[in-house]
């Protein structure tokens, strides 16, 4: 499993986590949509933290810098 994410993709994901979060817990959000809202957040928290992304792999992506 090689790193796929770099740390631009993992900030920007744990930002959409915090307000998909904060969106649930200020009740904006509820219901079905909440739930499967909440399980993309956890999703790209975990992803963000083993800085990799199952769905980038196939594709060949990755957002991570090359090292010279």
Do not use: E
């Amino acid at each position: 499993m090689n790193k796929n994410l770099g740390s631009t993709d993992k900030a920007i994901r744990i930002l959409v986590a915090v307000l998909i979060a904060g969106l649930y817990f200020t009740n904006v959000i509820s219901g079905t949509i909440a739930i499967v809202l909440l399980a993309l957040a956890l999703v790209f928290v975990v992803t963000s933290f083993i800085s990799f992304c199952p769905l980038y792999y196939p594709f060949g992506i990755s957002t991570r810098k090359k090292n010279s």
